[in-house]
Every structure is written in structure tokens, then in C-alpha cells.
């Protein structure tokens, strides 16, 4: 089955800078990449995604880039500010899969102020 | 819009009793529905995914199981309780055939 490993596993930035997690990933046909926030004692809140046909995806201050060829997308916020502060979590899945996920084992962001 | 609940949001019982947690979707029609299971500072486990009623796959081998009795109604359940089965419970919908996992707020599960 896939398997998706995420780096680093803790990151401490200083507010207004930037923060990247990266993810690689096993299965070359997996075409769904989708990152989760996770807020403590919440359940995750999908920030954003991408699918295999595109290269990168901006929404305002976060960013999500794809290399198929390599198998790993990174997850770029920039000017990070106090509520960035979270655990998240990328994943992979396929259609053939019934698109069930497989996820990272997260990344606790800690910005500072 | 589509909303998922969750309850109870937390619980705590003693090894060896049943569990039942239930999740339910507002908004939508023949959802896909999904449980995961989080350890303590861990990643996402898919437990058991459903694509319609009575439709249940495991993808683990565990003391849980899980039934589909209605459309938007997913539950997980177990007969007897094993300290192992600690840990925050995740029920999740998407669309039928679509890639986007939506997740609810979670059950807290303490067993003693």
C-alpha cells in the first residue's frame, strides 16, 4: 500500500517567517494530495489540495507544491502568524483506491512570537 | 452546507465494556463515511470506510466494528473494550466518487 513520510516532525518558526513541510510518497499513481490543519482536540480542517495534473496551488498565505517525477509535495505558509500554530498533516490518495488516504505522521508548527 | 457531528465528544470507560460512537451528515446524500483512529501525537489510522448502507470495509484488524444502519448514520462500535482502544476517533464524509475528506470534531476515548 502507500506510504507517506513527512519532514520534520516538529518546526518552530518565528512569526513572519516562512515554514515548508515536505512529503514524499510510495505509490506512483496515487493523484491526490490534500494537507490538513489540526487544532488541539479538534478534528483536521483541509486547508488546501492538489491533483496530480498540476504543479503548485497558491490560496493567499499557503502554497502546495508537486513533483511526480520525485513522488513529494511540500507545503509552503508564508508571514506566519500565531494561529498558524498547529499540527499538519499531508496525505495521498488514488482513485482506484476508492481515494482512501494515507497520511503523514504530522508536523507540530510552532510560530513564535 | 454539509455538516458532520460527532458524539459523544468524549468518554471514558472501563475495559471489558461496549462502546458505541456515532456520527452523522446533514447536507448531502450517499456520502462515502469513513472512522480513523488517532494515538496520542500520531497520524491518521482509516479503521473502516463505507460507501452506502450496510456497505462496511475494514481496513485493520481491531476489536471495533462498524455499521452503516442509514444513509448520512455511521457507527462504530465494540463488545468489550481493550485498554488499546484509547485514543481520539475521527469520523470523516466525502461525496460518492469524489477525492475530498471532510472531518468531524471527534470522540475522545479514555479506557480504564
Known amino acids: 500500500g502507500e506510504n507517506v513520510e513527512q519532514h520534520p516532525s516538529t518546526l518552530s518558526v518565528q512569526e513572519g517567517d516562512s515554514a515548508v513541510i515536505k512529503c514524499t510518497y510510495s505509490?506512483?499513481?496515487?493523484?491526490?494530495f490534500p494537507w490538513y490543519k489540526q487544532e488541539l482536540g479538534k478534528g483536521p480542517q483541509l486547508i488546501i489540495d492538489?491533483?496530480?495534473?498540476?504543479g503548485e496551488k497558491k490560496d493567499q498565505r499557503i502554497a502546495v507544491t508537486l513533483n511526480k517525477t520525485a513522488k513529494h509535495f511540500s507545503l509552503h505558509i508564508t508571514e506566519t502568524q500565531p494561529e498558524d500554530s498547529a499540527v499538519y498533516f499531508c496525505?495521498?490518495?488514488?482513485?482506484?483506491?476508492?481515494?482512501?488516504?494515507?497520511f503523514g505522521a504530522g508536523t507540530t508548527v510552532t510560530v513564535r512570537a | 452546507s454539509q455538516t458532520i457531528h460527532q458524539w459523544p465528544a468524549t468518554l471514558v470507560q472501563p475495559v471489558g465494556s461496549p462502546l458505541s460512537l456515532e456520527c452523522t451528515v446533514e447536507?448531502?446524500?450517499?456520502?462515502?463515511l469513513y472512522w480513523y483512529r488517532q494515538a496520542a501525537g500520531r497520524g491518521l489510522q482509516l479503521l473502516f470506510y463505507?460507501?452506502?448502507?450496510?456497505?462496511i470495509s475494514s481496513e485493520v484488524p481491531q476489536n471495533l466494528s462498524a455499521s452503516r444502519p442509514q444513509d448520512r448514520q455511521f457507527i462504530l462500535s465494540s463488545k468489550k473494550l481493550l485498554l488499546s482502544d484509547s485514543g481520539f476517533y475521527l469520523c470523516?464524509?466525502?461525496?460518492?466518487?469524489?477525492?475530498?475528506?471532510?472531518f468531524g470534531p471527534g470522540t475522545r476515548l479514555l479506557v480504564l
Open positions: 470523516a464524509w466525502s461525496a460518492g466518487g469524489a477525492e475530498t475528506q471532510y
Open positions: 505509490d506512483s499513481a496515487s493523484n491526490y
Open positions: 492538489i491533483r496530480s495534473n498540476v
Open positions: 496525505a495521498a490518495s488514488k482513485r482506484s483506491n476508492d481515494y482512501k488516504l494515507s
Open positions: 447536507g448531502t446524500s450517499n456520502p462515502n
Open positions: 463505507s460507501v452506502g448502507i450496510g456497505q
